[in-house]
Every structure is written in structure tokens, then in C-alpha cells.
């Protein structure tokens, strides 16, 4: 195997474990570049790459265009506030726009679940999903894989268990898909109103209570409350959530043993994780942020392959 | 396919300990040398090599491997992406002599791939070239190796093999020739 079974990078329910293996390996080999003096290669030099932001980011939007630059290929970076999106021009003629001027491959942030899957359909370009709604985020989940994967070793009969806003995150259905493909158990914790009810029929177990689902992991995932997508309240306060499902030092402590913690960012310090947990040296938030760089760089270099000159 | 040896065992071994002595010839006692095995063949070179120098030398030789996948002007021409192999580089090149080791000299393009890759570790104050086969008059850019273990004259559609006892089981160099009749 030396080349993805995809044509775009839509969700990891397309991935093969083949293709993670593939991307694994690949992002091996970029994490000993971007640590070298010059953290530079020229593979994607005659490529172009258009980042569309059509929602709020942060760290992603600067992972891609690190990764992108790192890979020497030439970035044009789009977003939503002050475009014409605002003046009422449609997805399809804002990007046809964009692909005018000869670009090749299109990263792009959505709002709206499936409109990465609709683009790819309707542009002649290849398409990296940064997140569209609520859907899913595939290289968040596969840069969070490869860094438990570095952490311990393999993802084989590891326990993972991903605590919070579920209902609301695109970064737990692409983590239980790829964690799920690579061998891992998968446990979902937080409110029963944050929790979808087709959990159970993704072979996910549930459970309500954080100290029983610490106790049965070896890598815990703290979500973020995503309140700018709740359009009702579904728990009473901040405070109560972060008094039964936020994680704290006594509760890590507690433990039988001692567990890897992770957060996809941005993080809510003193919400759903406390600030000496953040910065404890059993976490592994920062590595995260590393590792991104590297498995973007992976899924980039192997899409742009694919690309006919 | 013909085959045919260009050197045996023990041929290689001279050649080998010939190119060791020129090495040191330029570089006395590799105190500011570096050796540099290019992915995936050229390091089996620089093991032996090594080794050698360091009987012959009784110190520590710096040897590294580099990968130019990333750095090759073929990518997107080929049918499937090239998979990288290791690079193992744990010091700087900055202001070091640097010898490239590469088993085949061909076309020339897997070495300028290769200065393109040295060039992000550094900027080494030489960079020399050794390679154990020189195949003459194929070249596609104006590329020439410092040091030659052999050089022969091939056709474009033979093939030099560099075997190792380790790897293949027996030390040599192959030619293989398509038959006339093909």
C-alpha cells in the first residue's frame, strides 16, 4: 500500500485501516522534518492550496498553512467574515471562484454537516475536511490517534474514553471511527442530554458517571462545551457541568492508574479540565498541537499525489 | 536477463579499502567529516565503510543516513507516491565536510535531491561525493563523484545491482543485460 483508497479526505468512516497505517507512517517521516534546522521540503512546490474558513479557527487554520508551507506549496487563505459569502454568493460559485485561479487542492471549514462531501462532488479539486459542522473532523481525530499511538506505543485493546459535549462534537465521531478502525475501545462520557441516543449502535459504551469512566481507560479525551452551537440549555449551569464532568487533580489522583489526557483545544481551563491537570505532565495537549502539523503535512502530500499534471 | 559480475567478494573488499585510504588521504583524521549514506542502498556503503575506517583509523567515524523522498523531482510523475524511508541524522552539518555515499551513480538526479536534502541540516563547508559504481555517459545533469570504485559503460536498459553478504547473502556487483533477442 502506497496510496490512499480516497480521492478527498471527507471523514475517517471512508479510511481504510490501510490508509491510516499510510498516513501513520508518512507523518512519522514529516515529524523528523519540521524538527530539523530546516523544517522545509520542496514536494508540493507547483501545488496550490486554498484555505476556506467558513467558521472560526484557530489552531487548525494555522496547522494547515504551517503544514502547507512546510511542504512548499503556494497558499491563498479565505475567510467567511468580511467575503462575499456575506453578500449572498452560494458554496459552489465561491469556490469555483477560488479554483479559477488554478488551485489544486481545497481545505475547507464549514458550519453546515456533509458540506465537505458536497463540495468534493461538485469541483474539480481535491478537498480536505478541517471540520464541516457537526459532522466530522477527521484530521483532528487522526493527529489524536497517532499521538496516543506515540504515547503507547499501539492503539491496539487501549481504552479511550472521550468525556463532554458528544452530541454537539464532530471531534468525538471522527475520533470513535478512527480509534475504533485501529483497535481501540471507545467509551463515551459526559450529561445524559449531550449524549446521542445511537451511541450503543456505534459499538460505544456510555456512561454518566466521570470517575467510572476514568477508572475503566487508559487515554481520556476532554471536549470542549460547545456553546455556540446549543441552542437550548442542556444542563442547569457551567458550574454543575464542571462540578460533575470536569476533571480535576483529585480525581486523576484517585486513580489506580495513572492515565494519558488529552484535549483537542481550545481549552476551557477550569471547566472541563482544571489548570493543573492541563499542565500536568500526564497530559498531552501540546504534543497534540505538534503532531498536527506533521499528520496534516501526511494527508496533504499523499492527496496531492494523486494529482495528474 | 544476463547476468554478468562486475566485482566479486573479494574485488569489492579491495575496492572498498582503496577508497577508504583516498578518504583518508584528503580528510586525515575525519575530525571535522561527516559520512552520509543516501536511502534506501547507499547506507549498506557506508557500513562497511565505517568499519573499515574505523580499524584503520582506531576512532569513532560520524556516518548518518539521509532519505530524499521528499526532495525528488519525480514526484506526481511516478505511478504512486514514494514511501520515505528512515533519516538518522543526530548532528548538524553546519560547517562540516560531508561525504555523500551512494552505491550507483546514474542519471545524477538522486544526488541533486540529495544536496537539496543536505542543505536543510546546514550549510556544510564541503560536500563530496563517493559512489561504488559509476555508470559513465548517463548522466542528466552535470554531476561527477569525487570518488569511484568502479566505473563502467552501460546501456539504459541494464541494470547495476550492488549485493550484500547481509542483505542478499554474498558480496558483489551485478550487470544485467536484457537478451539480444528480446
Not at chain 1, 464542571?242 to 483529585?250: C, I
Request: one cysteine or more; proline letters at 3%; aromatic letters at 6%.
Amino acid at each position: 500500500m502506497n496510496s490512499l483508497s480516497v480521492e478527498h479526505l471527507i471523514g475517517i468512516r471512508d479510511l481504510t485501516r490501510e490508509d491510516l497505517d499510510l498516513i501513520f507512517k508518512t507523518a512519522d517521516s514529516f515529524k523528523q522534518v519540521i524538527n530539523r534546522p530546516i523544517k522545509k521540503v520542496p514536494s508540493l512546490r507547483d501545488i496550490t492550496i486554498a484555505n476556506l474558513f467558513f467558521e472560526n479557527s484557530t489552531r487548525t487554520k494555522l496547522s494547515f498553512e504551517l503544514a502547507e508551507k512546510r511542504l512548499s506549496a503556494d497558499i491563498i487563505n479565505f475567510s467567511a467574515s468580511g467575503s462575499s459569502v456575506k453578500k449572498g454568493e452560494t458554496l459552489v460559485d465561491t469556490v469555483n471562484n477560488i479554483l479559477s485561479m488554478k488551485v489544486d487542492l481545497v481545505v475547507m471549514r464549514h458550519p453546515s454537516p456533509g458540506a465537505a462531501s458536497f463540495l468534493s462532488k461538485k469541483v474539480n479539486a481535491k478537498v480536505v475536511n478541517a471540520g464541516d459542522g457537526t459532522h466530522e473532523h477527521p484530521t483532528q481525530a487522526l493527529l489524536d490517534a497517532y499521538s496516543i499511538r506515540e504515547q503507547l506505543g499501539s492503539l491496539e485493546g487501549k481504552k479511550v474514553v472521550i468525556v463532554g459535549d458528544i452530541l454537539h462534537s464532530r471531534v468525538a465521531l471522527s475520533n470513535i471511527y478512527c480509534l475504533q478502525k485501529l483497535g481501540a475501545e471507545v467509551m463515551v462520557c459526559g450529561p445524559k442530554t449531550l449524549i446521542p441516543i445511537h451511541m450503543k449502535s456505534l459499538g460505544v459504551k456510555v456512561s454518566y458517571n466521570l470517575k467510572e469512566a476514568l477508572e475503566w481507560c487508559d487515554v481520556a479525551n476532554m471536549l470542549r462545551i460547545q456553546l455556540e452551537r446549543q441552542d437550548v440549555k442542556y444542563f442547569p449551569s457551567l458550574r454543575e457541568y464542571s462540578m460533575t464532568f470536569g476533571l480535576t487533580k483529585e480525581i486523576l489522583d484517585s486513580l489506580s492508574k495513572e492515565i494519558v489526557v488529552m484535549h483537542p483545544g481550545p481549552i476551557n481551563r477550569g471547566i472541563e479540565i482544571t489548570s493543573d491537570v492541563a499542565d500536568s505532565d500526564q497530559s498531552i495537549i501540546l504534543q497534540q498541537v505538534e503532531n498536527g502539523v506533521a499528520i496534516r503535512m501526511a494527508v496533504i502530500y499523499l492527496l496531492a499525489a494523486q494529482i495528474e499534471r | 536477463m544476463e547476468k554478468q559480475v562486475i566485482l566479486n567478494a573479494k574485488h569489492l573488499e579491495l575496492t572498498l579499502k582503496r577508497l577508504c585510504h583516498e578518504l583518508i588521504e584528503s580528510h586525515n583524521d575525519f575530525s571535522n567529516t561527516v559520512i552520509v549514506g543516501l536511502q534506501p542502498r547507499g547506507i549498506h556503503v557506508v557500513e562497511r565503510l565505517k568499519a573499515l575506517l574505523e580499524d584503520i583509523l582506531k576512532k569513532d567515524i560520524t556516518c548518518g543516513n539521509l532519505d530524499i523522498t521528499f526532495y525528488r523531482d519525480d514526484f506526481r510523475r511516478r505511478e504512486t507516491p514514494l514511501l520515505p524511508s528512515v533519516t538518522n541524522i543526530d548532528f548538524s552539518l553546519e560547517n562540516k565536510d560531508v561525504i555523500l555515499v551512494d552505491d550507483v551513480l546514474f542519471t545524477g538526479r538522486t544526488i541533486r535531491s540529495g544536496l537539496d536534502a543536505v542543505l536543510s541540516f546546514g550549510r556544510p563547508k564541503s560536500v563530496e561525493l563517493m559512489v561504488l559504481i559509476d555508470r559513465r555517459f548517463r548522466r542528466d545533469l552535470p554531476i561527477e563523484a569525487n570518488y569511484v570504485g568502479k566505473a563502467v559503460d552501460t546501456l539504459l536498459s541494464e541494470r547495476v545491482s550492488v549485493e550484500w553478504k547481509e542483505h542478499e547473502g554474498e558480496d558483489k556487483i551485478v550487470l544485467y543485460t536484457k537478451e539480444s533477442n528480446e
